[in-house]
């Protein structure tokens, strides 16, 4: 049992209300008090029962109380306590008591855990915060982590969620440093997103995305299995029905443009030329979606896999990662690209400053649920965190 104890002066202090009972408005609680009697070492307990009912406002108050020294013979009080009840006092007069003995009276507030000495794991401050990276990074088996979410399911929650933002953090961290480095091939990439799929998480389209294979086989191969059309990833949809979508990946620094053509003079005014990697590199992700529509997804096999988890495969979109937005350094160029990308049916293009601003947003949302801030909190656990 864990109780909060405050001082209120060098012999006495307050201790959190134990409730014993509680109803939707009502509910039962003893209130104890630590004290230290005039000339002994020992501190001793006493307490309060009291009734209280929830304000409007959801605090709780205590109902007004009858000075029993005010009752006129033959009055009386009576305040029953039922079995579940008198087994909580009974078991809170015990480790209160066992608070006063040990602790006794300490100058402020602070957290007091009542616990079998077998079931506890001292911890001293400054191994604290060691400790608790320890605790989340180790691979402990699924007791240990129901053991601590039953202890303390809102603390279980923090753990979880710092884990998934400290690491999502690193991973932003990483795209930044080698997208301005641009020192990264394209398997490179690929390995990258691959370890962080979180980053496809929000779909071009309002839809989440999920990799359903990496390096998938899109067909086009002769029976010799010669020429066969191969992707990044081949991915999904999420929702109960899933329809494929096909993922190319190239290198941030892919030129939208050919700077020698259009250094001396554009294709027209206003319209400058696109760089042979470019325009390859659309037309690829239209044929590898085409040809995965018209012939792998197609097999026997291929459409037992993908049915079997309600995923289709119907004139499947295709999604390609280029370039540098920083490149449009001009009107033309701006005016160009957007355009192209715009009235482009297939595929959807995205660059990697884009991808990494999507980034950033998901970073920036995963603390919502757990409210957990990061490497910085985890500084400032106290022991009031701690369940062990």
């Known amino acids: 049992m864990e109780f909060a104890v405050r001082s209120t002066s060098a012999d006495s202090a307050e201790v959190s209300d134990v409730v014993l009972s509680q109803a939707n408005t009502t509910r039962k609680v003893f209130r104890a008090q630590i004290v230290r009697k005039v000339g002994e070492p020992r501190c001793v307990l006493r307490g309060f ?26 009055e009386g009080v009576v305040y029953q306590l039922h079995t579940e009840e ?31 000495r077998g079931q506890v794991i001292p911890i001293s401050d400054p191994d604290r915060r060691k400790t608790i990276e320890a605790l989340i990074s180790k691979d402990y088996g699924a007791e240990f982590w129901n053991t601590l979410a039953q202890a303390k399911p809102e603390l279980a ?52 995305l999920g990799i359903l294979k990496r390096q998938a086989g899109y067909g086009g191969g002769t029976y010799e299995r010669k020429g066969e059309q191969k992707g990044e990833f081949l991915a999904r949809t999420l929702g109960f029905e ?11 620094d892919t030129k939208f443009f050919d700077p020698g053509r259009n250094s001396a003079k554009g294709y027209r005014s206003g319209v400058p030329y696109y760089s ?21 997804s197609r097999t026997d096999r291929n459409r037992q896999l993908l049915a079997a988890d ?68 985890l500084q400032e656990l106290t022991d009031e965190d701690i369940p062990f």
């Open 49 to 74: 029962l009291i009734h209280q009912r929830q304000k409007p406002n959801s605090q709780w108050e205590d109902v007004e109380h009858i000075d029993l020294r005010t009752l006129k013979a033959g």
């Open 86 to 116: 008198l087994s909580n006092l009974m078991r809170s007069l015990d480790e209160l008591k066992a608070v006063a003995e040990s602790k006794g009276i300490r100058f402020g507030k602070r957290q007091v855990v009542v616990a079998d």
């Open 157 to 208: 929650k923090k753990f979880s969620y710092a884990q998934v933002q400290l690491d999502r953090e690193k991973a932003l961290a990483a795209f930044r440093r080698h997208l301005e480095a641009r020192d990264w091939n394209e398997p490179q990439w690929e390995q990258f997103f691959y370890e962080n799929q979180w980053i496809f998480g929000y779909g071009l389209r309002y839809q989440f």
């Open 242 to 252: 899933k329809f494929t979508v096909v993922v190319e990946i190239k290198r941030p």
């Open 276 to 296: 042979g990697e470019f325009i390859q590199a659309i037309s690829q992700a239209q044929v590898n979606g085409r040809t995965w529509d018209s012939e792998a």
């Open 310 to 377: 309600h995923t289709s495969t119907i004139t499947p979109r295709s999604i390609l990662i280029i370039g540098n937005t920083c490149e449009l350094d001009d009107f033309d160029k701006k005016n160009a690209f957007e355009l192209l990308r715009r009235e482009l049916r297939n595929p959807d293009i995205i660059t990697f400053d884009e991808l990494e601003e999507r980034a950033k947003y998901i970073v920036s949302q995963t603390p919502a649920e757990g409210s957990f801030k990061g490497e910085e909190e």
